[in-house]
């Protein structure tokens, strides 16, 4: 016996001693720590609709925008201010060689006190913990058939061409490869976005009812210090049960930026999507096939001025028209139809407006996915950031947005699911960052928005009335590592 353990105890040691010949692994991530109060956040993540109501303090409901997903909160303003805190870690192990590697990259979330013993994701945090929790976020594996070009294969994260737009920051499960061809460099790929009937159902079992996605994606530097490209996407979906038969989607779009000068970007993006879901659910179309024609775009300009940075962005979504009866959908298709938050258009960094990117499980927005209820939007959005002292930071923003398209004096969100305004709200908020060590920020955050008459009731609603204006403050903790 004796002599068996220390043969298994020279085999490890020769195999620890082997691995740093083999691979170099790394590991990097963050933990961050949220303390919120808020008038509307609940602990949960998706597109608002605020009232105002005696009864009861916060619903959440699914509601389902034709012909394609769309999640709501309902969030009664008058009820309770809300106070908790959150945490999420985040750890990202790599193992790699000189042309091949792999990516493992898992989450842990929590609000503190909500439970122990628990076997689930989003919980943990109560006394004793002990929750088996673990989440992932990526398992790939990634290698250079040449020098300039690398493949990932397996679930991954991607952002498109378009701020996020369509997909942004979105973990699917595919083939992505990148090559640079001086001065063009290209991106390719095909993901898996569903496969089979959605769960639960047993509608089309027997059938083939995959979602797939392929993508193309070309740029073209001819100047340093410029940059455009051509960006196409297909959505083949060959079922979405309970609403159309098939769908397919092809996004055709452009994207550039140019450096103006040392303090001057402009950027910018456009795309059109195309399309048709065949044999849509009743009240969805005048027809059996529903045309899909939207479209999106986008400026940004970054300006470095003296010791700050500040820009200004501007977007316009398409959006349908909630009133009218048609063979049309005019607003646009995400990733949002498929998986909460695979749509994440961030890039103007409000707290109310649009989600953040620095938000944990407390993720609720006005607009959290950018097809906007299939309504369309309008918003633009400006920062400046700058020193104030050493290892302190702030920043503040403005930002405004609004429906594309919404309903008439007799629509409401209350009563209807249909804004009779277009305003949705105008948003102002601040934020002072403290760097107490390196990788470790101490943030204050604080954001105002005063709501428009998108979320005026419709006349004669009774027991509704337009909600207070939204507020939320917080302290982050973050390390990075």
């Not at 990526?138 to 250079?144: D, E, Q, V």
């Not at 490209?229 to 996004?251: E, M």
């Not at 302290?475 to 990075?480: D, M, T, V």
Request: net charge negative.
């Amino acid at each position: 016996m004796r002599k068996s353990l220390l043969v298994l105890a020279a085999i490890f040691a020769l195999v620890m001693f082997a691995v740093p010949a083999m691979a170099e692994v790394n590991l990097s991530g963050f933990i961050r720590v949220n303390s919120i109060a808020s008038n509307y956040e609940r602990y949960d993540a998706g597109q608002i609709l605020p009232l105002k109501t005696d009864v009861g303090s916060a619903e959440t409901f699914v509601s389902v925008a034709a012909p394609f997903q769309a999640r709501l909160l309902l969030i009664n303003t008058n009820a309770s201010t809300a106070a908790y805190l959150e945490e999420r870690g985040r750890l990202r192990f790599e193992a790699k060689g000189e042309n091949v590697g792999a990516v493992a990259f898992f989450e842990i979330d929590m609000r503190f006190g909500d439970s122990q013993y628990a076997v689930n994701r989003n919980q943990g945090g109560g006394l004793e913990g002990d929750s088996i929790n673990l989440e992932t976020k990526n398992l790939y594996i990634w290698f250079k058939p040449s020098a300039n070009h690398t493949i990932n294969v397996g679930l991954q994260n991607f952002t498109d061409s378009f701020r996020g737009v369509l997909f942004g920051a979105a973990d699917f499960a595919g083939i992505v490869g990148t090559a640079k061809l001086e001065p063009i460099d290209i991106r390719y790929g095909y993901a898996k976005l569903k496969d089979a009937a959605a769960a639960g159902t047993l509608i089309n079992q027997d059938k083939n009812n995959d979602t797939d996605l392929w993508l193309l994606e070309g740029h073209l530097s001819p100047v340093k210090e410029a940059r455009i490209g051509l960006d196409l996407y297909f959505i083949n979906d060959h079922a979405f049960p309970g609403t159309y038969s098939s769908a397919k989607v092809y996004t055709i779009g452009v994207d550039g930026s140019i450096k103006v000068g040392e303090p001057l970007t402009l950027s910018a993006f456009a795309f059109y999507q195309t399309g048709k879901a065949k044999n849509v659910a009743a009240g969805l179309s005048t027809g059996t096939d529903l045309k899909i024609q939207g479209y999106a775009a986008d400026v940004r300009v970054d300006l470095a001025a003296g010791p700050g940075k500040g820009f200004i962005e501007a977007i316009w979504i398409s959006g349908d028209d909630p009133n009218t009866a048609d063979d049309k959908f005019k607003g646009i298709t995400t990733g949002s139809t498929y998986a909460l938050a695979a749509s994440f258009y961030a890039s103007t960094d409000m707290e109310i407006l649009l989600p953040n990117i620095a938000d944990i499980n407390t993720s609720e927005a006005l607009t959290y996915d950018a097809a906007n209820l299939g309504l369309g939007l309008f918003h633009v959005g400006a920062g400046f950031t700058m020193p104030l002292m050493d290892k302190l930071t702030g920043k503040v923003g403005l930002g405004h947005s609004r429906f594309v398209k919404a309903g008439n004096d007799a629509d409401s969100f209350a009563s209807t699911g249909i804004p009779g305004g277009k305003t949705m709200g105008t948003e102002i908020n601040a934020k002072l960052t403290l760097n107490l060590a390196k990788g470790l920020d101490l943030s204050g955050i604080a954001a105002y928005a005063l709501l428009g008459d998108a979320y005026d009731p419709a006349p004669g609603v009774v027991g509704v009335s337009s909600p207070d204006d939204l507020w939320k403050a917080l302290a982050r903790l973050n390390y990075a590592f």
